[in-house]
Nanobody, 123 residues
Framework: QVQLVESGGGLVQDGGSLRLSCAASGRTFSNYAMAWFRQAPGKEREFVAAISRSGGSTYYADSVNSRFTNSRDNAKNTVYLQMNSLKPEDTAIYCC????????????????WGQGTQVTVSS
């Protein structure tokens, strides 16, 4: 089992920044690829970003590419999502997820999920 706890969400103005954190416990963190997904009210869950086990490879949805940066610190069992130039359409609940081996953009392929953190961007 892997337990994931997100933090860092909040209310920010259009163009602002936030950094989300996801702290993991349980199994060996470096054995897991990590991802961020988000879900806005009335919309489907959406892939945001993923990072490989070593942190050497990252993947982003087109909608956040060049604005968001996904990183991890395996010594601290934590993955981060730095979000810059936030837009109102980024408003959603953001969840981190873990799966062994390689990254995926498909939420069904992730085994472990955090409870999520709310990000609200005001215009």
């Amino acid at each position: 089992q892997v337990q994931l706890v997100e933090s860092g969400g909040g209310l920010v103005q259009d163009g602002g920044s936030l950094r989300l954190s996801c702290a993991a416990s349980g199994r060996t963190f470096s054995n897991y690829a990590m991802a961020w997904f988000r879900q806005a009210p009335g919309k489907e869950r959406e892939f945001v970003a993923a990072i490989s086990r070593s942190g050497g490879s990252t993947y982003y949805a087109d909608s956040v590419n060049s604005r968001f940066t996904n990183s991890r610190d395996n010594a601290k069992n934590t993955v981060y999502l730095q979000m810059n130039s936030l837009k109102p359409e980024d408003t959603a609940i953001y969840c981190c997820a873990a799966r062994p081996m390689s990254c995926s953009s498909l939420f069904r392929e992730y085994d472990y999920w955090g409870q999520g953190t709310q990000v609200t961007v005001s215009s």
